[in-house]
Structures are given as C-alpha cells and as structure tokens.
C-alpha cells in the first residue's frame, strides 16, 4: 500500500481518476512568457537538482498529510525556460485538461513549492498525482494540481476549476 494511502490521504479527482498513467513517457510543457519554451520529459526532470521538502498537504476539507515530498523546485524550472520578468502568475494543467488553477510567482518560487514525483522515497502513483504533481504547502490543496501535463507563465489570473 502506498504510504499516502496508509497515511489516509483522501483521493481527490473531481473530473475523474485518469486511470494508468505512464511514468517513463511522461512529458510537462511549460510555456508562455518565457524566451525558450520546452518540454520536459521524465528523464529531463530526473537529470535535475532534487529537493526535498519536509512540508504538508492541506486541504479545506479539513484534513492533512506531512511527509518528505522529492522533486525539482518550481524556481528552477523557470530559470530553466528563462521566465520573463512580466510572469506574475503560474496556471497549471492536469492530465485530461480539465482541472486547471493558478498561484502568484512570489509562492512559486518558494523553496518548498515543487513538480513533485515521490513522497518519503516512494513515487506517487496516479491516485495521488503521479507521474508528477504540484506540491505547493504555503496554499490550500486544491493549488497542488495532480498528474501535471502543461505549464503556462502568465501575467493575468484565470480563475481555475475549483474557483469556478
Ligand atoms: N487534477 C486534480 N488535481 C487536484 C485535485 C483534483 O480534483 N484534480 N484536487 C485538489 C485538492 S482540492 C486537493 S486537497 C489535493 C488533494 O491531493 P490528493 O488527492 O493527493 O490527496 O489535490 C488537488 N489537486
Ligand atoms: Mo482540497
């Protein structure tokens, strides 16, 4: 059982669970105001600097999970596709684009807020986010989008699926 589910972490998947999702083939966009746009695979997001974050998961649902989330800082992803200084907001996408949300660049580039893929040293199956994920432990839960497909820098807010 994985240590998420031990911990009984609720399972979250308000446009429906995505089913088997493959780790290996995984791939993030991340676009937008930037001056090199790409899109990082798997192994890209292996090949990079861990971090990991002892932090926890809080939803409004009134319920938490704290642990060791591993993953690549959020911060270094945007140095990476050299992030213009007029990004004021991060929107991310889940997988299916259904689920969308958004949090302001100052919380993105904090230390704790990851594209996360393991929690305490075991990876996050699709039940929790895998093949990777938004870790973001400064904002509610509904702000760590799950199983994350694309990235969009932008300077205007759009409200996301649970704001709508
Ligand atoms: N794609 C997607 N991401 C999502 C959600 C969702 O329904 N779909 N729920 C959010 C909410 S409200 C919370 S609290 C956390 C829950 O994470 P968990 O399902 O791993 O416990 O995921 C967030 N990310
Ligand atoms: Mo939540």
């Known amino acids: 059982m ?10 979250f998947w308000a446009e429906g669970h995505p089913g088997q999702l493959i780790r290996e083939n995984w791939t993030i966009e991340v676009s937008g105001l930037c001056e090199s746009p790409k899109t990082f695979t798997w192994a890209d997001l292996q090949s990079m600097n861990k971090t990991i974050a002892d932090a926890r998961l809080t ?4 319920w938490s999970v704290r642990g060791n989330w591993g993953g690549v800082r959020l911060s270094d992803i945007m140095d990476s596709v050299k992030a213009s200084p007029k990004v004021k907001y991060l929107r991310f996408w889940s997988y299916g684009s259904v689920y969308d949300t958004s949090i302001p ?3 993105a580039r904090q ?3 990851l594209l996360a893929w393991e929690f305490d040293g075991e990876f996050l199956t699709e039940d929790y986010g895998g093949p990777v994920r938004i ?3 400064y904002l509610w839960g509904c702000k760590s989008a799950k199983s994350v497909i694309k990235i969009e820098l ?3 807010y759009h409200p996301g699926f649970w704001e709508k």
């Open 105 to 107: 660049l100052a919380i």
């Open 135 to 137: 870790f973001c432990p």
């Open 59 to 62: 939803s409004v649902t009134r």
């Open 154 to 156: 932008t300077d205007k």
């Open 2 to 11: 994985h240590k998420l589910a031990k911990l009984k972490t609720p399972i």
């Open 111 to 113: 230390e704790k807020t």
